[in-house]
C-alpha cells in the first residue's frame, strides 16, 4: 500500500527581480529586468509521519522553499498541494494552521514584549484548539512536552537560553496542532552543546504526535540519525533524492559524494572524495548545461551542453516489501561508484 502523501511540491520557480547594481556584484547581465533564480523547476513530496531532510549548501533555496511551502511566499509558477488538494499563497487558516514552521533563530521568532503564557495562548483562543476554560492546561502540557516546567510560562523570552527559547518555539508551533512540522535550520544559531537535545526532542516528537517533519539543514552529520528520506539540493534544483541510508551508502551524484566527504571523521584512514573546489555559478547568469559542471571533477563534455533531468536511477527494496525510489540528476549517475 502506497504511503499518503501529505504535501508535495510541483515545479516550483522563484524568481528574484534584482536592480542592475546587484546583478553586477553577482557578474550578470546587467541589466533593470535580471533575475536571479532562487528555485527552477523544484518537485518533492512529504509523506505522512515521515522525516524527510533537505539539505546543501548555504544559498542553495532550502530557506525559499520552506517558504514557500508554508504560503509566505508565491512561486512564479508551480503549485503546492495538500492533501491533494492545490493551495495556493492565499491560504485558509485550517491549511495555514495544520502546516506550521520552526525558524532558525529563536530569538527573532519570538515576541519580546509578551510572556510565553500570553504568546502561545493568544494561538489558543484564536484558533478554538481548547475551550477558555483548558486554556491553562493545555499551556502547561506544551511547555511539559517539549521538556519544560510550567514556571517558564510567566517569563521573556529574554530570560531564556538559546536551547530553551527554540524549544519554546516548538511549543508555539505545536499549539495549533499541525499535521506538518518545517523546521529550517532549527539548531544552526544553537551552540552545540545543545544542539543535540533539541534535534532528539524534535524526532521524539515527530514519533509521539505522528508529524511529517521537514527538517531543513547544511549539516549533514545529524541527518542520518534523525531522517528517513534526503534531498539533496543545488543552485535551486533537486539533485538527489532517496533512502537515507541508500544516499550515505552509494550517493549517484558527485556533489551529494562531496558533501558526504566533507563530514568530519574520526579516523584519518578512511578514504575520502576530494573538497569541492571552487564557488558556485551566478543564480543570476546560469551556465548551459548541468549547473555543478564547473566544480564536478567528473565533468564530461556532455555535461556542458545538456541540463540533466532528475531521473530514477535504481529503486532500493525497503523492510515494508516495497522499493523506495533512488533519483539523481546526473548524466552518469550509474556510473559512480
Excluded: W
Aim: proline share 6%; with cysteine.
Amino acid at each position: 500500500m502506497p504511503e499518503e502523501i501529505m504535501l508535495e511540491a510541483r515545479d516550483i520557480a522563484v524568481l528574484f527581480n534584482q536592480s542592475k547594481g546587484f546583478a553586477r556584484i553577482f557578474g550578470g547581465a546587467r541589466r533593470s529586468d535580471s533575475a536571479l533564480h532562487a528555485l527552477d523547476g523544484v518537485s518533492l513530496s512529504l509523506r505522512r509521519g515521515e522525516s524527510l531532510a533537505l539539505v546543501g549548501e548555504s544559498g542553495s533555496g532550502k530557506s525559499t522553499f520552506a517558504n514557500v511551502l508554508v504560503g509566505r511566499l508565491a512561486p512564479a509558477a508551480g503549485q503546492v498541494h495538500f492533501e491533494g488538494e492545490h493551495i495556493g499563497a492565499e491560504r485558509s487558516i485550517s491549511h495555514r494552521r495544520r502546516i506550521q514552521m520552526v525558524f532558525q533563530d529563536p530569538y527573532s521568532s519570538l515576541n519580546p514584549r509578551m510572556t510565553v503564557r500570553r504568546a502561545i495562548g493568544e494561538l489558543l483562543r484564536v484558533h478554538r484548539i481548547v475551550p477558555p476554560s483548558e486554556i491553562d492546561a493545555e499551556l502547561v502540557r506544551l511547555v511539559n512536552l517539549v521538556g519544560l516546567d510550567e514556571e517558564v510560562l510567566d517569563a521573556y523570552p529574554g530570560q531564556f537560553s538559546g536551547g530553551q527559547r527554540q524549544r519554546l518555539a516548538i511549543a508555539r508551533a505545536l499549539a495549533v496542532r499541525p499535521d506538518i512540522l518545517v523546521a529550517d535550520e532549527p539548531v544552526s544559531a544553537l551552540d552545540v552543546s545543545v544542539q543535540a537535545t533539541v534535534l532528539n526532542l524534535i524526532s521524539e516528537l515527530q514519533r509521539e504526535l505522528g508529524l511529517s517533519v521537514l527538517f531543513i539543514g547544511h549539516n549533514l552529520s545529524v541527518v542520518r540519525s534523525l531522517c528517513q528520506r534526503v534531498a539533496v539540493m543545488y543552485l535551486g534544483r533537486i539533485v538527489e533524492v532517496a533512502d537515507v541510508d541508500e544516499i550515505f551508502d552509494n550517493p549517484k551524484h558527485p556533489y551529494t559524494r562531496a558533501l558526504i566527504a566533507s563530514i568530519p571523521r574520526m579516523h584519518r584512514t578512511i578514504e575520502r572524495e576530494p573538497a569541492i573546489q571552487g564557488d558556485p555559478p551566478s543564480p543570476i547568469n546560469l551556465p548551459v548545461g548541468c549547473r555543478f559542471q564547473s566544480r564536478c571533477p567528473l565533468v564530461q563534455d556532455r555535461c556542458r551542453a545538456e541540463d540533466p533531468a532528475l531521473r530514477l536511477v535504481s529503486a532500493t527494496p525497503t523492510a515494508g516489501g516495497e522499493f523506495e525510489d533512488h533519483l539523481s540528476a546526473c548524466h552518469y549517475a550509474e556510473e559512480l561508484v
